[in-house]
């Protein structure tokens, strides 16, 4: 299940509520998490600031040419700012929305004394963290387990579930583990390297899924190559794919 579909449900008001909440803000934050995740701490990128608009009649060029050159400096100049321009809007959007998200599911009492007028949505994230977050050590194990839990391969075979069901259960474990493992900086989960090799020899003894596997490798090998795909990019991927063929059609023959 998406965080989208269960942030009607969320609420942060106590350390029972943070892991859950937490699950979701990362995936929220996605866009914007090189420049809130704490395990990034002193390398983590600056959110932008609005760019200046180029000022024509400010810039003298000397020379026969001077108005042509001035024309075509104008032009690159203008370029560059309408670019600037809307990444820094499209970013300035997503810290809006985030903010608003956190304001509406945060405990009215915690998001005064923790959220406070002035701080970036970074410093809000870092001071609930440590509030909420309590015995770090310990999160840190119990997530570890559930993410090498997560990695064994799903039981495929007996009575039970068709496989197609089996496999959609164990995408939305598979994707929870590790994104909590994420989220706790447990090293290999943080690998999207290991994650790929790791869930293809997972796919890759199920005859129903083989085509589904090479053509994804086909398609996206030059993406595998630089680890640029996410868990949830493979798994959205791979459960697009079971509902369209139709979950009845990767039943297991007898």
Same mark, same amino acid.
């Given at each position: 299940?998406? $965080? %989208?579909?269960?942030?009607?449900?969320?609420?942060?008001?106590? &350390?029972?509520?943070?892991?859950?909440?937490?699950?979701?803000?990362?995936?929220?934050?996605?866009?914007?998490?090189?420049?809130?995740?704490?395990?990034?701490?002193?390398?983590?990128?600056?959110?932008?600031? $609005?760019?200046?608009?180029?000022? &024509?009649?400010?810039?003298?060029?000397?020379?026969?040419?001077?108005?042509? +050159?001035? /024309?075509?400096?104008?032009? @690159?100049?203008?370029?560059? &700012?309408?670019?600037?321009?809307?990444?820094?809007?499209?970013?300035?959007?997503? =810290?809006?929305?985030?903010?608003?998200?956190?304001?509406?599911?945060?405990?009215?009492?915690?998001?005064?004394?923790?959220?406070?007028?002035?701080?970036?949505?970074?410093?809000? &994230?870092?001071?609930?963290?440590?509030?909420?977050? @309590?015995?770090?050590?310990?999160?840190?194990?119990?997530?570890?387990?559930?993410?090498?839990?997560?990695? +064994?391969?799903? @039981?495929?075979?007996?009575?039970?579930?068709?496989? @197609?069901?089996?496999?959609? %259960?164990?995408?939305?474990?598979?994707?929870?583990?590790?994104?909590?493992?994420?989220?706790?900086?447990?090293?290999?989960?943080?690998?999207?390297?290991?994650?790929?090799? =790791?869930?293809?020899? =997972?796919?890759?003894?199920? +005859?129903?899924?083989?085509?589904?596997?090479?053509?994804?490798?086909?398609?996206?090998?030059?993406?595998?190559?630089?680890?640029?795909?996410?868990?949830?990019?493979?798994?959205?991927?791979? /459960?697009?794919?079971?509902?369209?063929?139709?979950?009845?059609?990767?039943? /297991?023959?007898?």
């Amino acid at each position: 299940m998406s $965080p %989208a579909a269960t942030d009607n449900k969320i609420k942060l008001e106590g &350390y029972e509520d943070w892991d859950r909440w937490n699950i979701v803000f990362i995936a929220r934050a996605s866009f914007l998490w090189d420049k809130i995740n704490p395990a990034m701490a002193g390398q983590l990128r600056g959110f932008l600031t $609005p760019p200046l608009r180029p000022s &024509y009649a400010l810039m003298t060029v000397p020379g026969p040419n001077q108005n042509l +050159e001035l /024309r075509q400096w104008y032009k @690159g100049e203008r370029d560059l &700012y309408r670019v600037c321009l809307a990444e820094f809007e499209a970013e300035d959007r997503a =810290v809006i929305e985030l903010e608003t998200w956190v304001a509406e599911t945060v405990g009215k009492h915690h998001f005064s004394a923790l959220c406070g007028a002035g701080k970036g949505i970074d410093q809000w &994230y870092a001071s609930l963290r440590s509030k909420f977050a @309590g015995d770090h050590a310990l999160r840190y194990a119990m997530a570890e387990a559930r993410f090498k839990a997560a990695l +064994e391969r799903p @039981g495929l075979s007996g009575p039970g579930s068709p496989v @197609g069901e089996r496999i959609m %259960a164990w995408l939305d474990e598979w994707e929870y583990a590790i994104a909590e493992a994420q989220s706790y900086q447990v090293h290999l989960a943080c690998n999207p390297n290991y994650l790929w090799t =790791v869930f293809a020899s =997972v796919i890759h003894d199920i +005859e129903e899924l083989q085509e589904w596997l090479h053509a994804f490798k086909s398609a996206n090998k030059e993406a595998l190559a630089e680890n640029k795909l996410t868990v949830r990019e493979i798994c959205d991927n791979l /459960r697009c794919t079971l509902i369209r063929e139709g979950i009845v059609r990767l039943r /297991r023959s007898s």
